[in-house]
């Protein structure tokens, strides 16, 4: 017995000087190596009068494993000790920059179009599509807009052939005609798009957007109407209250006709949308002619409903106070940088149109 | 459409204020663009008399005038006019007012070294006459006790400009205006006393209508007044002109315009002395010429209404008159017209000789065709009162009698299109103030439409008439109801919205450019496309559809580039063009990349852009949208504006059947013909219509969860091959070697140069081998390995590297 204390009181004094790994290691193989202290103490186990046999066994374990764990920790702790020393070393300045990265934006009219199409989905209208390039009859004839009619003069139209047949499209209308020519009603739609008018100037380009709405059923009336784009507006502009005027107007595709002006003000040269004594036209919509709807085989006797058209790049100048609107096309990399948005922030019902 | 209060409210009995007039205007349709107070600052336009005129002492045709304008100091005023002169009675305005012609604000200003004070005025600078040889002469009987006063009466009466649509060509009068505004219930219509002429004087010029096949005119009325003394109009009338910023040119004009203004009935007065034997109205034959008032000529093609005398073309019928049988000041007989011209006729015509006149604005739109006599009566009346003279019968010639038209209104259909009510009581107060004759008929109201609304043409028009003037306010709001019984976006239109962001998020920005372009971009970018030209496009350099979106991206590139920007990525996805017909287009995803990466990195190694970085935005981007990379297929046949070495076409499968994406450097010769200055330019097309859409979607339940979790083992292989072949192949050979047993390849390393025979390359590969039913052990590795080998060697004609 006096042997192993002996060797556990040594070698506690021993491990307990200040040592590196290589004389922690080599005590290590000392005591526990095939032939070391503790190991051949093992093999006299069967040696012992069974009588003290037992007792032997338990402090033999005892010793081997504080010995253990004392050389554990001075390896642990020598270790630990080492990186410490390594970290130290290893410190850069952090506040260099980065690895490079590059952003992209989506363009403020994309991003409009996506809040537009997310407000009207939770009402139930789907997204419809038609071609850049229209026939006379689509853009004109079949919106009740003959040949000869004034009213074609409002539209500055685009031409691509001598005969005036073909034709870059003056408004998505056509849009209602193809989309009601293919299907049968009810229809519920709203059909974004480029549309052309020749016509430049600092308040007018060339090229603009329109998104076209439609809804034919049984008895939509104007109060449909009224509460569609009352909806449509205050979600938009993510306001609960908005000042919104209709007035009557004429368009040939539409009987009768209303024109929407919304209410604002000037605030520090900016505008606000929403209160004011100031009105605003924002778009142009009322319920469909009843020679429209014969024009696509709808009944007029039994379907009914309101349309309207809205100009999104309006829409966008509104509400993201952009005040150029030939800009949006021009683009210059800083423009479409400021007033551009996140890919990652997609309009949506839940989470809300915009941060 | 032009109108002030004052005007207004001759034909409106109100006791509204003129600021709810406004609104009541735009409530009823008849929207106001703009209220404009036109006699603001024309208080400051004084009487004055010329006192004293020097020469200028430096310039010949100048004069320095001593000017008494009513105050204790005479002005020192620099003049040009030759009749400037002492003692003259005329118009003086000051520095700081306004000139009324060229809207210029005077200063105090020097000329030629003499410090002028204001300016003495033409009656052309005051948009009084056409006058604007000399100053102006004012009676010296009527002014002298007016020096130092405003010349210009105060009118209280803003200008109201109203947008009037046009299907209302009777708004076009201020009568009109009054009517519509009175059915609204604001006020009563004034009775309309018609001064008839009683008169024996026969219409001496006879007058016939030809009847056309296509007929222009269907209705001629004319009376003569005999023996007049033109001259300048009334004060009165003047201002009335004036008061709607038209002006004024002598009585007899000035009173056509004035009926016309008040009750949308435009008339012409010829010199009666002018015309030769008679007035036939005919249509023109091809080859007629004639001169307009507009001082041009026009050459007439068939089928043109014109009104004719023995001599040939007097005037455009509802359109222009003619320089030969116009009114002077010295006329002595006036033939005056009031017809009616087929409103489609007048459009064609107009827009085939391209003239566009007030007459011409009105008559497209449709006059009342039971106007005629009333306009007579008024104009030739007023003739009589200001110019003298005997007015004889009223002549009209028709070719068929005017019948107003009947509709029969169920009043049921008020309601289910309003969405409210009215009394049927209410909807004949409504009707009968808008001129309209009801009749009640059990379930409908039979009505007859007055002949000055060429609008109304069936029951929804009525409809129409009812909610306007009833009010747009009386309209309930009906809440939509959140319910969706079909998807908002269809598969392809979600892969678009899609494409687009996931452009984005790799560093593009997006633009939006025109659909059209300049052709010179296009012929770089056309490929096998033909042009498509716009006919009447807004200038030459946006004069075709774009056949791709590269020229208009490259264009902008380079003006950002010149901006001094270095690295930049733009794209954009919308329509490119392939022909001039409906659905002659496709939807491309199409971007460009120019400059460096890590440009002036401390940590990391700059290096230009390549085509691997485009390669790598169109790969991830498509197989971010679905489409399994394992599958896709490039080749290098791009079209022509890619540099021919370093780009490719992508292809969703090897089927080849439809190009999913084009891909890399732009050609050279493009950038140094359009004068691109960058280090670097690359770009990329991807095709959305020709991408399939894949057959799940994230509905669908995806496939079942396989994972194996035997031990994996990655070999590398080094294959020297002749410099053709590629990758792809290499890949393609290898992964078909065994499909269950090889999970992964990755090339890690191309090498050309030493040690590798000449036109040869070497090309490592890492292969990964997996077993999803066992662990595999030494042997069947060594098999698989040797089966690789040989597989590729025997294909390929690779040589493995040892």
Same mark, same amino acid.
């Given at each position: 017995m006096s042997d192993l204390k002996n060797i556990k009181e040594k070698f506690i004094i021993k491990l307990n000087d200040n040592l590196n790994l290589d004389e922690i290691n080599k005590i290590k193989s000392e005591l526990f190596g095939k032939n070391g202290l503790i190991s051949s103490q093992f093999k006299n186990i069967s040696s012992i009068s069974e009588i003290d046999r037992k007792k032997f066994a338990s402090d033999l374990n005892q010793i081997k494993d504080e010995l253990q764990n004392l050389i554990t920790n001075k390896i642990n702790e020598i270790e630990s000790k080492k990186i410490n020393e390594k970290l130290e070393k290893e410190k850069v300045d952090i506040t260099l920059p980065e690895r490079s990265f590059v952003r992209g934006k989506i363009h403020p009219v994309s991003q409009t179009i996506d809040e537009i199409s997310s407000i009207f989905s939770e009402i139930g209208f789907s997204v419809e599509e038609g071609p850049d390039v229209e026939n006379e009859y689509n853009n004109f004839t079949a919106l009740n807009t003959p040949d000869n009619h004034p009213a074609r003069d409002m539209h500055d139209t685009f031409y691509l052939d001598e005969t005036k047949n073909l034709l870059l499209r003056t408004h998505t209308s056509p849009v209602q005609i193809r989309t009601m020519l293919k299907d049968k009603p009810p229809f519920k739609i709203i059909a974004p798009g480029r549309t052309y008018r020749s016509d430049s100037d600092q308040t007018h380009a060339p090229m603009f957007h329109q998104v076209e709405g439609l809804h034919i059923d049984k008895d939509i009336n104007m109060g449909h109407l009224k509460g569609c784009l009352n909806y449509f507006i205050k979600e938009f502009f993510e306001v609960d209250k908005i000042k919104m005027r209709f007035r009557p107007s004429h368009f040939p595709f539409t009987e009768p006709s209303a024109e929407v002006d919304i209410g604002y003000e000037i605030k520090d040269g900016k505008i606000v949308i929403g209160e004011g004594d100031q009105w605003l036209e924002i778009l142009g919509c009322g319920m469909v002619h009843p020679n429209v709807l014969k024009n696509v085989k709808v009944d007029p006797s039994k379907y009914q409903g309101y349309a309207f058209g809205i100009g999104i790049d309006r829409l966008a100048m509104l509400k993201y106070g952009i005040n150029d609107l030939r800009a949006f096309f021009e683009c210059d990399y800083r423009w479409l940088n400021h007033f551009g948005f996140d890919p990652l922030d997609v309009p949506t019902n839940y989470r809300g149109l915009s941060r | 459409m032009k109108i002030t209060f004052d005007w207004l409210k001759e034909h409106l009995n109100t006791n509204l204020k003129e600021e709810k007039l406004l609104e009541q205007l735009t409530n009823v349709g008849l929207e106001v663009e703009s209220v404009a107070? $036109?006699?603001?600052? $024309? /208080?400051?336009?004084k009487v004055a008399r010329i006192i004293k005129t020097e020469k200028h002492p430096n310039a010949d045709r100048l004069k320095v005038c001593d000017v008494?304008? =009513? %105050?204790?100091e005479l002005k020192k005023v620099v003049c040009g006019a030759s009749n400037a002169r002492k003692g003259l009675i005329t118009i003086y305005a000051p520095p700081g007012a306004v000139i009324p012609k060229s809207k210029a604000k005077l200063v105090v200003a020097k000329i030629r070294d003499v410090t002028s004070y204001g300016m003495l005025c033409s009656e052309s600078e005051l948009n009084l006459s056409d006058e604007s040889d000399g100053i102006s002469e004012l009676s010296s009987v009527k002014y002298k006790k007016s020096i =130092?006063?405003?010349y210009f009466s105060k009118s209280k009466s803003n200008l109201i400009d109203l947008s009037i649509t046009p299907n209302r060509p009777d708004c076009l009068g201020v009568r009109g205006i009054a009517r519509d505004l009175a059915a609204s219930g604001i006020g009563k219509l004034k009775d309309f006393k018609e001064k008839k002429n009683k008169s024996n004087l026969k219409q001496s010029i006879k007058v016939k209508i030809n009847k056309e096949k296509i007929q222009g005119c269907n209705a001629f009325g004319s009376c003569i007044i005999k023996n007049v003394k033109n001259a300048e109009s009334p004060k009165w009338l003047k201002d009335k002109l004036i008061s709607i910023g038209e002006k004024p040119i002598s009585a007899i004009v000035d009173i056509t315009n004035y009926v016309m203004f008040d009750i949308n009935r435009p008339l012409h007065a010829y /010199?009666? /002395?002018? +015309? %030769?034997?008679g007035i036939v109205v005919r249509n023109s034959k091809s080859g007629e010429d004639f001169t307009a008032l507009d001082k041009k000529n026009y050459k007439l093609e068939d089928n043109m209404c014109v009104i004719t005398d023995n001599k040939g073309v007097l005037g455009i019928g509802g359109i222009i008159g003619g320089t030969r049988s116009g009114t002077e000041f010295d006329t002595k007989n006036v033939f005056l017209e009031a017809a009616y011209f087929d409103p489609t006729s007048i459009r064609s015509t107009a827009k085939k000789l391209n003239i566009d006149t007030d007459a011409k604005f009105r008559n497209e739109r449709g006059i009342d065709p039971l106007s005629i006599e009333e306009g007579l009566n008024k104009a030739a009346s007023l003739i009589k009162e200001i110019c003298g003279g005997e007015i004889s019968k009223i002549d009209i010639q028709k070719i068929e009698t005017y019948k107003n038209k009947i509709i029969k209104f169920d009043t049921n259909l008020f309601e289910r299109i309003s969405g409210f009510k009215i009394s049927t009581k209410e909807m004949i107060k409504i009707l009968e103030d808008l001129g309209f004759n009801c009749k009640k008929e059990k379930k409908y109201l039979r009505l007859s439409v007055p002949s000055w609304r060429p609008d109304i043409l069936q029951d929804i028009d009525i409809v129409e008439e009812l909610v306007r003037i009833s009010g747009y306010d009386k309209i309930n709001i009906v809440d939509p109801i959140k319910e969706r019984t079909k998807s908002t976006l269809t598969q392809p239109q979600k892969l678009f919205h899609f494409l687009q962001r996931a452009i984005a998020s790799k560093g593009y920005m997006e633009a939006i450019t025109w659909s059209f372009t300049d052709s010179n971009y296009n012929d770089h970018f056309k490929g096998l496309n033909k042009e498509i030209k716009i +006919?009447?496009?807004?200038s030459s350099e946006l004069g075709v559809l774009r056949n791709s979106i590269f020229s208009n991206l490259i264009m902008y590139i380079s003006k950002n580039l010149d901006r001094g920007f270095k690295d930049l990525s733009i794209f954009e996805i919308g329509p490119v063009f392939s022909g001039s017909n409906p659905g002659d287009q496709t939807t491309v995803v199409c971007g460009l990349s120019a400059g460096k990466k890590s440009r002036l990195s401390w940590i990391e190694k700059e290096r230009n852009v390549d085509v691997f970085d485009v390669k790598k935005d169109v790969v991830q981007t498509l197989v971010e949208a679905g489409y399994s990379s394992d599958k896709f297929f490039i080749d290098n %046949?791009?079209?022509?504006?890619?540099?021919p070495g370093k780009s490719g076409r992508l292809f969703l499968n090897r089927g080849k059947d439809q190009i999913a994406a084009n891909f890399g450097e732009i050609h050279p010769n493009i950038l140094k013909s359009l004068d691109i200055k960058s280090e670097s330019l690359v770009g990329f097309e991807i095709f959305l219509d020709n991408l399939k859409l894949p057959k799940k979607t994230l509905n669908d339940q995806k496939p079942k969860f396989i994972i194996s979790d035997f031990q994996k083992s990655e070999r590398d292989f080094a294959f020297v091959v002749k410099k053709d072949v590629k990758a792809q192949d290499l890949i393609n050979v290898i992964s078909n070697v065994d499909k269950d047993l090889i999970s992964n390849i990755q090339v890690f390393d191309v090498y050309e140069g030493e040690n590798i025979p000449e036109n040869q390359k070497s090309i490592a590969i890492s292969v990964t081998i997996q077993s999803s039913k066992k662990t595999l052990n030494d042997n069947d590795l060594e098999s698989i390995n040797n089966l690789i080998i040989e597989t590729v060697e025997n294909k390929t004609g690779a040589k493995i590297r040892s």
């Open positions: - | 107070n $036109l006699s603001e600052g $024309l /208080d400051l336009f008494d304008v =009513g %105050e204790k =130092g006063k405003s /010199d009666a /002395d002018k +015309i %030769e034997k +006919i009447n496009p807004i %046949e791009t079209p022509n504006y890619y540099h």
